[in-house]
């Protein structure tokens, strides 16, 4: 099974600054197959990202991913007051499919 | 615009069995990964397994013994059977398509039904 770390656990940043968000994989993940999704109170999340750089259908492009194997990055240029949510990332390389701790985007 | 509508009990005692429904429309069933995740109170998410029109199922090892997804392709639904549930099966539950091939990650997703296992 691969494990997702995601670092930080939280990140207070001020609306308009950079985000720059981490998941780790315990092993490489088969052809970049890393999704992003972002999560609010009470509700369900929402897909932002697949196949790790590519953004889905309605997200902003303020939203970015990168990166290969074992290292995955979202970042997201300026924050707006809706960014603030839950992050989570989650691999669809191998069986079973695995979801990251999350990392929290809060306001400071 | 696809849509994804579940219900089922949301109170279980210990022992007892959860069973939840997913009903999808708006797209075409065929093709997709019909799938049910869960979120434990306060953290992050589980995959519990997933299944295809054909019926072909996949789970997640650390459950397989106790789940069993099913669908009715006529009503274009799918359900979820967790047996023998205890306070760690706790959580809110979403079922969620997941795309075709290779690609199975969740582009539409139900609202959750919070399900809590209490004597």
């Known amino acids: 099974e691969i494990v997702l770390t995601q670092s930080p656990g939280t990140l207070s940043l001020s609306p308009g600054e950079r985000a720059t968000l981490s998941c780790r994989a315990s092993q490489s993940v088969t052809s970049s197959y890393l999704a992003w999704y972002q999560q609010k109170p009470g509700q369900a999340p929402r897909l932002l990202m697949y196949?790790?750089?590519s953004r889905a259908i309605g997200i902003p492009d303020r939203f970015s991913g990168s990166g290969s194997e074992t290292d995955f990055t979202l970042t997201i240029s300026r924050l707006d007051l809706e960014d603030f949510a839950v992050y989570y990332c989650q691999q669809y390389g191998s069986s079973p499919l695995t979801f990251g701790g999350g990392t929290k985007v809060e306001i400071k | 615009q696809v849509q994804l509508q579940q219900w089922g009990p949301g109170l279980l005692k210990p022992s007892e069995t959860l069973s939840l429904t997913c009903a999808v429309s708006g797209e075409s069933f065929r093709g997709f990964y019909w799938t049910w995740i869960r979120q434990p109170p306060g953290k992050g998410l589980d995959w519990i397994g997933d299944?295809?029109?054909?019926?072909?199922?996949n789970y997640n090892p650390s459950l397989t013994s106790r789940v069993t997804i099913s669908v009715d392709t006529s009503e274009d639904q799918f359900s979820l059977n967790l047996t023998s549930v205890t306070a760690a099966d706790t959580g809110v539950y979403f079922c969620?398509?997941?795309?075709?091939?290779?690609?199975?990650?969740?582009?539409?997703w139900g609202p959750g039904t919070r399900v809590t296992v209490s004597s």
């Open positions: 969620a398509r997941g795309r075709r091939g290779d690609h199975r990650y969740f582009d539409f």
């Open positions: 196949r790790a750089s």
């Open positions: 299944i295809q029109h054909t019926g072909d199922t």
